[in-house]
């Protein structure tokens, strides 16, 4: 791993160092999320998986019904009788924060004619499959709708758990080693530089003492050759 | 956001049913046709949207572009043929997406 550029100064050491915790930190906050939304996760694809199944089930045999009601009426009747239905829907959609992830929430408000019939035709020209069908269309549609919501957020937690494993990898094969061993160089150098200083300082004393002894010996040469002088 | 829309978006004879309960219903005979009609639903307030899975099978592309998104939920339906597994399969996806493996086989 190549070592980024950084000057070896105590200054940027300990900004090193700063970033170090933080990653650190942050990488473990990361990782408790990544586990916490995986169990969620797992929780609501059990519960979609199962709801998707029924729902699929009913389905077909709601589709059966309505075949049978076409192949007994004729399709342009089946059609007619469906036309004008008697009920609307409005959505009502809230926002569910499950850690982080905006997951939605489907209520259905459903406005019921002045009629108050729950089938939107008369009696005389349809089958009772069509009645059947359409009734159980009715009962399953909640399901539906939960079904949706189910898979949203499964959608939306699977996105989110990808994004955070990213960074959880990142921080710790990337920032984290990186971090520490540029702090590694800092300190190798911080402690070279010491030890030059040290080793400088020992040999200037060196010096000045060597210069001192020249000089003292130049004294007492001196002093030496007054005092036969004098003699 | 309240007062969403819900839209049934398949072939006629698989969307037909849910006009009896009062949403709207949009028939469509091609791909084409449900592509176009699939990104308008998507910009107008629809915020749940169910497709019939034989047309999905020709909009994956179509269907990914909202799959992250909050907004709509686009959810495969079996139509009249049958289930092709497709709602299951895309649940498993997500899955494989998020653990790395697909631990629901």
């Known amino acids: ?231 | 956001m309240t007062g969403a829309r819900i839209a049934v978006l398949g072939d006629w004879d698989s969307v037909l049913a849910f006009q009896a309960l009062g949403l709207p219903v949009f028939p469509a005979q091609s791909a084409e046709q449900a592509r176009a009609v699939l990104h308008r639903l998507a910009r107008e307030d629809y915020a749940v949207i169910y497709l019939t899975e034989r047309l999905a099978a020709d909009l994956e592309r179509d269907i990914a572009r909202y799959q992250d998104a909050p907004a709509p939920a686009i959810l495969l339906i079996p139509g009249r043929e049958g289930p092709l597994g497709m709602g299951m399969g895309k649940l498993r996806a997500a899955v494989e997406r998020a653990v790395g493996v697909d631990i629901l086989a």
């Open chain 1, 1 to 231: 791993m190549a070592v980024t550029v950084t000057t070896p100064t105590r200054m940027e050491l300990a900004r090193l160092k700063g970033r170090l915790r933080t990653a650190q930190r942050g990488h473990k906050l990361l990782k408790d999320k990544r586990d916490e939304l995986l169990r969620r996760l797992l929780d609501t694809v059990g519960e979609v998986q199962a709801l998707r199944g029924r729902v699929e089930e009913e389905l077909m045999g709601i589709h059966g019904g309505f075949t049978m009601a076409a192949v007994l009426m004729g399709g342009p009747a089946l059609e007619q009788a469906l036309m004008y239905p008697t009920q609307r829907v409005t959505l009502h959609v809230t926002v569910q924060n499950i850690m982080g992830v905006h997951a939605p929430r489907y209520d259905l408000e459903i406005h019921t004619g002045d009629s108050g019939g729950l089938l939107p035709y008369g009696f005389a020209a349809t089958s009772g499959e069509l009645d059947d069908a359409v009734e159980a269309l009715r009962g399953v549609f909640p399901a539906m709708m939960r079904l949706a919501e189910g898979e949203k957020t499964v959608q939306l937690i699977s996105r989110e758990i990808e994004k955070t494993r990213r960074r959880v990898n990142a921080l710790e094969y990337v920032v984290i080693p990186n971090t520490q061993q540029a702090i590694r160089y800092i300190s190798m150098k911080l402690e070279e530089a010491g030890r030059a200083t040290i080793t400088r300082l020992m040999k200037v004393k060196e010096m000045l003492l060597e210069q001192s002894v020249v000089h003292h010996k130049a004294l007492d040469t001196q002093a030496l050759e007054r005092l036969r002088e004098e003699e």
